[in-house]
Nanobody, 124 residues
Framework: QVQLVESGGGLVQAGGSLRLSCAAS????????MGWFRQAPGKEREFVAG????????RYADSVKGRFTISRDNAENTVHLQMNALKPGDTAVYYC?????????????????WGQGAQVTVSS
């Protein structure tokens, strides 16, 4: 089992920044690829960003490329999502997830463990 807890969500104006963190506990964190997903009201959960177990190798949704950065610290069992130049369209509940894989997948069904989610609201 891996337990994931997100933090760092909140309300920000368009153009602002937020940094989400995900703290992991349980099994060896470094064995898992990690992903961030988001779900807006009335929409399906969508992939945002992912990072390989080594921290070398990332993947981003086209909608966030150049604005969001994912990183991880295996010594601290944490993964972060730095979100800059936020837009109202980024408003959603953001989830971190862990996948027992060496590669980053964009399909949420492959992920084994999920956090409870953190609300991010971007006002115009």
């Amino acid at each position: 089992q891996v337990q994931l807890v997100e933090s760092g969500g909140g309300l920000v104006q368009a153009g602002g920044s937020l940094r989400l963190s995900c703290a992991a506990s349980g099994r060896t964190f470094s064995n898992y690829a990690m992903g961030w997903f988001r779900q807006a009201p009335g929409k399906e959960r969508e992939f945002v960003a992912g990072i390989r177990w080594s921290g070398i190798g990332t993947r981003y949704a086209d909608s966030v490329k150049g604005r969001f950065t994912i990183s991880r610290d295996n010594a601290e069992n944490t993964v972060h999502l730095q979100m800059n130049a936020l837009k109202p369209g980024d408003t959603a509940v953001y989830y971190c997830a862990a996948d027992r894989s060496t590669v980053v997948k964009v399909d949420a069904t492959f992920y084994d463990y999920w956090g409870q989610g953190a609300q991010v609201t971007v006002s115009s």
